[in-house]
């Protein structure tokens, strides 16, 4: 199974600010990755998938690189909305299709 | 637009047994793959299982594996998960995820979900 392991575990910025968010893989998945976006109380949103590829409706303020192992995910200048817990996610190797831990975005 | 509206979920004893329904609109359920995915309590993402497209193939978590089933009905644009031998920690929200292809690959649409609460 493919362990992902995201960092940090919380990010504090301000408003305007850059957020990098890391997702890790223990073994190579190309470029099969996807990042998820989930405000409390709400579902899960896709963002982005196949490392960089932006879904449907995602500002372009999201953007995702990364291969083999390492993988990040920015946001260019942080809205208050962007508040939540984002998620990684591979598909390379399946089953089981695994998740990282996330990463909790806090805007000051 | 898509929509996926689950159902089913509720408080059941361990050792109980429960069946969600997931209502599928806006596209063409029979050509998707879909999934089921959990949420305990103030924790993160557990994939739980995926039926391919025409129901021929089926994957589960092994925490779920013996114990929960997937199925379809693509007449009904409807999935189900039918749960058995319930646990303490199958308590969760699920929800009913739509995948963007055929196979396994990303969730590109996800339910509101549906609270499963395991108790005595």
């Known amino acids: 199974e493919i362990v992902l392991t995201q960092s940090p575990a919380t990010l504090s910025l301000s408003p305007g600010e850059r957020a990098t968010l890391s997702c890790r893989a223990s073994q190579s998945i190309s470029t099969y990755l996807a990042w998820y976006q989930q405000t409390p109380g709400q579902a899960p949103r896709l963002l982005i998938y196949d490392s960089s590829t932006r879904a449907t409706g995602i500002p372009a303020r999201f953007s995702g690189s990364g291969s083999g192992t390492d993988f990040t995910l920015t946001i260019s200048s942080l809205e208050p909305e962007d508040s939540a817990v984002y998620y990684c996610?591979?598909?390379?190797?399946?089953?089981?299709?695994?998740f990282g831990q996330g990463t909790k975005v806090e805007i000051k | 637009q898509v929509q996926l509206v689950e159902s089913g979920g509720g408080v059941v004893q361990p050792g109980g047994s429960l069946r969600l329904s997931c209502a599928a609109s806006?596209?063409?359920?029979?050509?998707?793959?879909m999934h089921w995915v959990r949420q305990a309590p103030g924790k993160g993402l557990e994939w739980v299982t995926f039926i391919w497209y025409d129901g021929s193939k089926k994957y589960y978590a092994d925490s779920v594996k013996g114990r929960f089933t997937i199925s379809r009905d693509n007449s009904k644009n409807t999935v189900y998960l039918q749960m058995n031998s319930l646990r303490l920690e199958d308590t969760a929200v699920y929800y009913c995820?739509?995948?963007?292809?055929?196979?396994?690959?990303?969730?590109?649409?996800w339910g509101q979900g549906t609270l499963v609460t395991v108790s005595s």
């Open positions: 995820a739509k995948d963007r292809m055929r196979g396994g690959t990303y969730i590109d649409y």
């Open positions: 996610q591979q598909r390379y190797d399946w089953p089981p299709w695994t």
């Open positions: 806006g596209f063409i359920f029979s050509t998707y793959g």
